[in-house]
């Protein structure tokens, strides 16, 4: 993120290149970037002449150096975006003559989502030293509630430990998504709002009392009355809570209990950093790890095995979605 607020002060401040390669995992600072570039380089009255933004399934390399090359029309610039650029990737060394003697007057922006170029070629170094390449990188689940808060706070609002717990557990690491709910609760909720799991529960749907998170602490607690009734609140909404996922967090859960129980240096930071937590959560494992020995925890792993191959039909003798989460419970709880 840094990288980026670095990038976007340095265009503002007039230090413009005349190629920017974006790059990586992770599209929502790619996006954020190209569309920075193409809403702040060109004035409006400029953008008509001079902005082009091309698709890199519909155009050729040979199209895309092409129009680099033309002058500017009225202005000191133009700009040409290409989006989607990762499917020029055969293509991509026919760029390294003009990345090599780029157009001074061209700003040239690609898109090169869920891939990178390799460092070792001729035409990333050539990129590199006359324009600038960005790897934007996947943020591990861990790391992801640190960049809510940051977002939030350039928003004016602030968000409670769960609160941003639920977002992470239930969007994932998916940068993109996240922020367009981030978005729809800033338009809903007055600024310097703190952020609290009832408004996620009011505004995005995830309810704050039956969902996954709640499932995994309740077992981890072996609060076995409130895990049932969880339970059953998955099985009579099917549609919110498919039996795979469930499964799935589950079963995460329980190896990263195993791997806790392994763990020599368990402080707190450490053991966020190897499980790879929001650390928010590690006082659920910290409860889970004196309710679950590391012998009970292995044969519960083998047991969720069992129940996600038959989440996913394969010996199952179509047992209904509430038969499998029993089967689970008990499985765990016995």
Known sequence: MDEVVKIVNDIKNGTIKPIYF??????????????????????????????????????????IISTCKRYPMMADRQVVIVKEAQDLTKTIDKLESYAENPMPSTVLVFCYKYKTLDKRKKVTKF?????????????????????????LQGKSFTIEPKANAMLVEFL???????????????IVLPKNTMITAKHIEENIGFSKDFNVFELRKAIGDRNQMKAYQIAQYFADNPKDNPMV???????????????????????????AAVLKVNPYFLKDYDVALKNYPMKKVSAIVGKLRDIDVKSKGVGANALSNSDLLKEMLVGIFN
């Open 127 to 151: 990129i590199a030293k006359k324009g600038l390449v960005y790897e934007s990188k996947k943020l591990y689940e861990n790391q992801v509630g640190e960049w809510i808060k940051r977002v």
């Open 22 to 63: 974006l790059m990586g995992e992770e599209p929502y600072y790619i996006d954020k970037l190209a569309d920075f570039i193409e809403q702040n380089v060109l004035t409006e009255e400029e953008k008509g002449f001079n902005q082009t933004v091309l698709y890199g399934r519909d155009v050729s390399m040979e199209d």
């Open 245 to 271: 996922v469930t499964t799935s967090l589950v079963f995460g859960f329980f190896v990263n209990l195993l791997q806790y129980h392994g763990l020599k240096d368990r402080n707190p930071k450490n053991v």
């Open 172 to 186: 994932g690491t998916d940068l993109s998504k996240i922020n367009n709910e981030l978005e729809k609760l800033a």
